[in-house]
């Protein structure tokens, strides 16, 4: 779950007929019980899912695994961020990731979006993490990028 803090809309992944979705709710129509979806998108296919976010009228997508596993090698890996527009559910971009490279360990863990001044909120950030080091000591390493997202929130009303 996910609600987006420019817009408002509250998204939820939810699993219908063994497939992935994504949908869209106005965040108060949700409090007085309505249930009518904005948008309803299915989820592209990707690698391990490690978590999404929405802004505007766009979904990322986080995918990847630990250094050593699911074909992931440092320094590389094979984290990638998607981007899908959530009134056509077309992908509009998919990128690898580079950020924490240096990592010895390194598992992409969650997304978010942040609002570093809520009175432009045109000028959010893509938050997303990795874990890192090895238990009991595991870390969390946050990265932001400002390029990837659109240049106006877009709400999908």
Same mark, same amino acid.
């Given at each position: ?22 949908? +869209?709710?106005?965040?108060?129509? +949700? ?14 296919? +990707? ?36 981007? +899908? ?73």
């Amino acid at each position: 779950m996910n609600i987006d803090p420019a817009n408002g809309p509250l998204t939820m992944r939810y699993r219908k007929d063994g497939a992935f979705h994504f949908a +869209v709710y106005d965040l108060e129509q +949700v409090k007085r019980r309505e249930f009518a979806p904005l948008a309803d998108v299915l989820q592209p296919q +990707v690698g391990t899912f490690q978590g999404f976010a929405s802004y505007g009228g766009y979904l990322y997508l986080l995918e990847g695994n630990s250094y050593g596993s699911g074909g992931s090698t440092a320094p590389t890996g094979n984290t990638y961020i998607t981007t +899908v527009d959530l009134k056509t559910g077309n992908v509009l971009d998919k990128q690898l990731i580079s950020a924490g490279d240096d990592l010895t360990f390194r598992e992409p863990e969650g997304m978010a979006i942040r609002l570093p001044d809520a009175g432009h909120p045109q000028k959010a950030e893509l938050c997303f993490g990795f874990a890192s080091s090895f238990t009991p000591l595991r870390l969390a390493n946050i990265y932001a990028l400002d390029r990837s997202l659109p240049t106006e929130s877009r709400p999908n009303r």
